[in-house]
């Protein structure tokens, strides 16, 4: 091959390289917006993959304070120590539906090991969410951030990248240890996930 088509192939790989990374920064970027306004736009639904980062490159704890469904204040000094998952829902969200038996079993499973669950609702007032917490059986408390800037923004290094649903796994130090995009889809691997963060305090 000439220099000159060689040069041409490398230009067009360049172009749709840039296309590419200018729409996945957008996708996020707009995210990120609509989740930090509080906006109700849907749910941003991923595969429920599992992300799990390695101890020695955990980013600075997760620090929060929020207002639970029950006007109880909750704060991430309440689980120092201790593993815990936070999931991010909503009642309209059709995939929280769906993986909200799992959390919720997985929650009774290990808490007697010493992991707790929080969910953060992000665009529900108390009425709705509580509905939604009697309709699917969820025990576990949760945090109210429709009109909560601060909390919101505690979590955005997090949680814009897939909106929700989305799971983290904090480990004892209150850094992210796993993170799940989208619904969780099975309850064996979520239980792997929170399993191994547990093992980490032996």
């Known amino acids: ?32 917006g609509q989740y930090q306004q509080g906006t109700n736009k849907g749910y941003v639904s991923g595969d429920g993959s599992v992300q799990e980062i390695p101890a020695d490159e955990r980013g600075e704890a997760v620090t929060f304070t929020g207002t ?17 998952v936070l999931n991010f829902w909503y009642a309209g969200c059709g995939p929280c539906r769906v993986e909200a038996p799992i959390l919720e079993s997985v929650a009774g499973e290990t808490k007697d090991a010493g992991a707790h669950f929080l969910g953060v609702n992000i665009y529900d007032g108390p009425e709705q969410a509580t ?27 997090w949680t814009p990248l897939s909106a929700v649903p989305i799971t983290l796994v904090l480990d004892a130090e209150g850094r992210v240890a796993a993170r799940f995009i989208g619904a969780v889809q099975s309850e064996s691997i979520l239980r792997t996930v929170v399993d191994d963060v547990l093992a980490e305090k032996a």
Do not use: W
């Open 131 to 157: 509905a939604f917490e009697k309709t699917y059986g969820v025990t576990y408390p949760s945090l109210l951030a429709r009109e909560d800037a601060d909390l919101k923004l505690a979590f955005a290094s």
């Open 68 to 84: 639970a469904v029950d006007g109880s204040t909750v704060s991430s000094a309440d689980f120092a120590g201790d593993v815990l």
């Open 1 to 32: 091959m000439n220099s000159t088509p060689r040069r041409l192939l490398a230009s067009v790989a360049a172009l749709v390289l840039a296309v590419s990374l200018a729409a996945c920064t957008n996708t996020a970027t707009g995210i990120a």
